[in-house]
């Protein structure tokens, strides 16, 4: 039996993700903006966003998220399965057109090569609120290569992502315990000495 009530609610749903999707491109074509800079700054100066791919992986994006929150009866994804459900579709649809690279030299042809999967971490890297100088260049290239080179599964990156997340959380925890203790340390020394305090 035909039901205009939930025609219009999912009418709703429909304009309310096309939304969502709209804001995230935009999100994203900023956040290129900036990105662009740093890529030109290095010489690669041909790069640019292709508005039609960025959409058609955002759409993507939210195509998995649906299915996600539909299986498991989620109403909201944690901030970890967003960034590696992003960084897998800008990875899988690269929206970021470069031009020639002939002419460049070697490592500028190879930050080409590799542009989108490294603007797709930097972001994911962002939402996911992971330090990339805390986790190092070592592991931070190998994520690149995968992400670049091997077919990314959002599920198993999210808890990747969450995991190097913890990892950073902890280090800036225990670096504000080391400068705290410092502190208290010095103020203890002065005390038992007799001298000022030194503040640290």
Known sequence: ????????????????????????????????????QKLQSSGLVDAEMNTALLLSAMESYFIDVRRIKDFHGMERID????????????????????GPLGSLSRDVQKRGLVVNADFALTQAFSIANINSK????RLRNSILYSA???????????????????????TRLLDEIKRFDA????????TVTGAAPRTI
């Open 134 to 137: 805390i986790i190092g260049t």
């Open 79 to 98: 901030r970890y399965k967003i960034a590696s459900y992003t960084l897998k579709w800008l990875c899988k649809i690269r929206p970021i057109q470069v």
């Open 1 to 36: 039996m035909f039901d205009a009530l939930d025609d219009f609610v999912d009418l709703q749903d429909e304009v309310a993700e096309s939304k969502r999707t709209v804001r995230r491109c935009a999100y994203l074509a900023q956040a290129f903006g900036f990105y662009n």
């Open 148 to 170: 670049h080179y091997r077919d990314i599964d959002g599920g198993v990156m999210a808890v990747t992502l969450e995991a190097l997340a913890n990892v950073t959380l902890k």
């Open 183 to 190: 502190k208290l340390f010095a103020k203890a020394l002065g």
